[in-house]
């Protein structure tokens, strides 16, 4: 399974934009890119998810480059209540259990 | 999007005792759903894979005689946590792969304490 790595935390204020870049440079053929927000004592949500290029949903943005050895999520006009872990997970399409690595402390203050 | 379901939400147990949480896929059929336990300040980390049908698959470290699962249905796998200890307190987080197999649900945790 690839490994990730991550910023262990960042910091932002409100209305900014986020960007969270995550790397994977063992990422295999078969592999998507998924990101996940928890918040405490929650479980993770999905967020989104894509495996070449350029992915945008209505929360979020999957930016990655053509080696897809890394990717960034990006997060327009963030507020209070997107402080929360983002994870970067790397998996194929079989049924594998995904493994996160640590993670990215996100902290947007007012 | 798909839900999954986790109960209980949060439970406390004296040391000894055992305590089931239940994982639910409500409106699709699940085959394998995982089991993770996430300590404080820390990452999930999987516990075990549950297949239905069969015998659940745990990651080393992991003692299949403490953590018993059961898969009997498509839609429900069940953790058991045996002789509990305050060791043992934790958030315990299930999931499911959804139809295609590329996205995975996870239900909202468990926070088990043991007194």
């Known amino acids: 399974l690839a490994k990730t790595t991550q910023p262990i935390s960042m910091d932002s204020y409100e209305g900014q934009e986020v960007n969270i870049t995550c790397s994977h440079n063992?990422?295999?053929?078969?592999?998507?890119i998924t990101w996940y927000q928890q918040f405490p004592s929650q479980g993770p949500r999905f967020i989104i998810q894509?495996?070449?290029t350029k992915v945008t949903n209505e929360v979020a943005s999957l930016f990655i480059p053509a080696d897809r050895k890394s990717s960034t999520l990006s997060l327009p006009r963030v507020s209070l209540s997107d402080t929360a872990v983002y994870y970067c997970l790397v998996g194929d399409t079989g049924r594998r259990a995904l493994t996160f690595g640590s993670g990215t402390r996100l902290q947007v203050q007012p | 999007g798909a839900v999954v379901s986790q109960h209980p939400s949060w439970v406390i147990c004296k040391s000894g005792t055992s305590v089931k949480i239940e994982c639910r896929s409500l409106?699709?059929?699940?085959?394998?759903m995982f089991w993770y336990r996430q300590f404080p300040k820390q990452s999930l980390m999987l516990m075990a894979t549950?297949?239905?049908?069969?015998?659940?698959?745990?990651e080393q470290g992991v003692e299949k005689d403490k953590f018993l699962i059961n898969h009997a249905s498509l839609t429900l796998s069940t953790l058991t946590v045996t002789s509990a200890h305050p060791e043992d307190s934790s958030f315990y987080i299930c999931?499911?792969?959804?139809?295609?197999?590329?996205?995975?649900?996870f239900g909202q945790g468990t926070r088990l304490t043991v007194v």
């Open positions: 549950s297949n239905e049908g069969s015998k659940a698959t745990y």
């Open positions: 999931s499911a792969l959804g139809h295609e197999g590329t996205e995975a649900f």
């Open positions: 409106d699709f059929q699940a085959t394998t």
């Open positions: 894509g495996y070449k």
């Open positions: 063992n990422i295999a053929t078969n592999d998507y």
